[in-house]
T-cell receptor, first 115, second 115 residues
């Protein structure tokens, strides 16, 4: 069975500081991995996805994530936080088996950015 | 172009009543997904449609929940005899095809409150 663990339900950083949101997965086969962002009262927006190509994935808004098989991790980073990055972030996994991507989500990390 | 739309945006109902939630996917998207987002359970997969058929209904929590899709487009999620634990945000997503690397695009959700 697949699962996702996001360490830290709340993360707070200063504007301009490094953002690091942690995601670890459990899967019997190398999975596909996704990061989504949710702004208040909005749906989910894809930030980036890993689908077994390059292990370092660049996404929108300056975010990137690195797939590390040995650590079963897919942490999300951004070198310099902006106030507009305040939102909830979800890591998700899907299996390359079965032919469709039913997403299994982590519990989410709420990012706060303060001046 | 237009994104995924859902209606209503908010629904308040009394315990025991039936409700219908509607999803209009992006035009041309053959795959459609329903998820539920609640405080206690996080983001959960409910059901997946490929065209008008639903090969995976494994996430529907009980037989009070059903969904259909017509014309390979609009989908309706029906909850019969609503219970307070059904209160949640119901999110719909669509993707271009069943290929499991295709990006899922999410609608803004329907917030259901059962009194």
């Amino acid at each position: 069975a697949q699962s996702v663990t996001q360490l830290g339900s709340h993360v707070s950083v200063s504007e301009g500081a490094l953002v690091l949101l942690r995601c670890n997965y459990s899967s019997s086969v190398p999975p596909y991995l996704f990061w989504y962002v949710q702004y208040p009262n909005q749906g989910l927006q894809l930030l980036l996805k890993y689908t077994s190509a390059a292990t370092l994935v660049k996404g929108i808004n300056g975010f990137e994530a690195e797939f590390k098989k040995s650590e079963t991790s897919f942490h999300l980073t951004k070198p310099s936080a902006h106030m507009s990055d305040a939102a909830e972030y979800f890591c998700a996994v899907s299996s390359p088996l079965g032919g469709y991507n039913k997403l299994i989500f982590g519990a989410g990390t709420r990012l706060a950015v303060h001046p | 172009g237009a994104g995924v739309s859902q209606s209503p945006s908010n629904k308040v109902t009394e315990k025991g009543k039936d409700v219908e939630l509607r999803c209009d996917p992006i035009s041309g998207h053959t795959a459609l997904y329903w998820y539920r987002q609640s405080l206690g359970q996080g983001l959960e997969f409910l059901i997946y449609f490929q065209g008008n058929s639903a090969p995976d209904k494994s996430g529907l929590p009980s037989d009070r929940f059903s969904a259909e899709r017509t014309g390979g487009s609009v989908s309706t999620l029906t909850i019969q005899r609503t219970q307070q634990e059904d209160s949640a945000v119901y999110l719909c997503a669509s993707s271009l095809d069943r290929v499991n690397t295709d990006t899922q695009y999410f609608g803004p959700g329907t917030r259901l409150t059962v009194l």
